[in-house]
């Protein structure tokens, strides 16, 4: 038998934890010399109080969320984050609860502010107001998903001819005239590009994208409920486009 011993793997993990620790701690150093730099920094703040509570110094990152939500109140991850101190780690979660519900109205499509909301409400016992949130989170979750599919597709099609995706476009639709499953074990290959598995909703992506490229008068037919998605990505191509900052 070729085991490791209890003792060799308790030294390896010990061992990941510790490197994790150093990173966390070169993480903070940085982040510590740019509040110092930019004081009014909200994001950088956040950052700092998300990394002193990986480091378990949850007074520090309780101060320095104060500090991000007083530069910009309606940071909704500084909002997440304090919700998160305050219920995982100060127990309180009718304080937590006030936060959650804040993100959430000042980002409606922040998925995280959602799920954090939504577990917290199930918790205290209002699970019809719970399911309501999670079933939210999970839709954004899913559509930020597809949008990143859908932004390598753009990127992928914006080096090919028209007549390339068009062919791309023609062999997906022949595929999805069998179905196209989402399952987590779901996996496509195309012969218009080769040497690459597709999940389902990677697949789908980029059905939408290459018709809505190739055949947009058509686009309707396909019948995918992405357009939202389809948008984000749209804002995340133009947000990488040289010149666009």
């Not at 480091?55 to 919700?83: H, Q, T, Y």
């Not at 780690?89 to 937590?96: E, G, I, L, M």
Request: aromatic letters at 8%; a neutral charge.
């Amino acid at each position: 038998m070729n085991e490791q011993s209890p003792d060799k793997n308790n030294n390896s993990g010990n061992a990941r934890g510790v490197s994790q620790a150093l990173r966390l701690d070169d993480m903070k150093s940085v982040l510590e010399a740019r509040v110092k730099a930019q004081p009014e920094n909200a994001e950088a703040w956040r950052e700092l109080a998300q990394v002193k509570m990986m480091l378990g110094d949850i007074d520090g990152a309780e101060n320095d969320c104060i500090e991000c939500l007083r530069i910009d109140s309606k940071n909704a991850s500084g909002l997440v984050l304090m919700g998160n101190l305050l219920t995982n780690y100060r127990k309180d979660d009718a304080a937590a609860e006030k936060y959650y519900a804040q993100a959430v109205e000042v980002d409606p499509e922040s998925a995280s502010a959602h799920s954090n909301y939504g577990t917290l409400l199930f918790k205290r016992g209002e699970k019809f107001k719970a399911v309501g949130e999670l079933r939210r989170s999970i839709h954004l979750d899913r559509r930020q998903a597809v949008a990143r599919y859908m932004l390598g597709a753009m990127q992928r099609f914006n080096k090919m001819t028209p007549e390339q995706v068009k062919s791309v476009a023609t062999e997906i639709a022949v595929i999805g005239t069998g179905g196209i499953s989402t399952a987590k074990d779901a996996n496509y290959t195309l012969k218009t590009i080769p040497g690459e598995e597709f999940s389902g909703y990677r697949l789908l992506a980029n059905y939408y994208v290459s018709w809505k490229s190739a055949f947009p008068e058509h686009l309707s037919k396909i019948g995918l409920p992405f357009d939202d998605a389809y948008a984000l990505a749209q804002q995340m191509y133009d947000a990488k486009k040289p010149g666009s900052h």
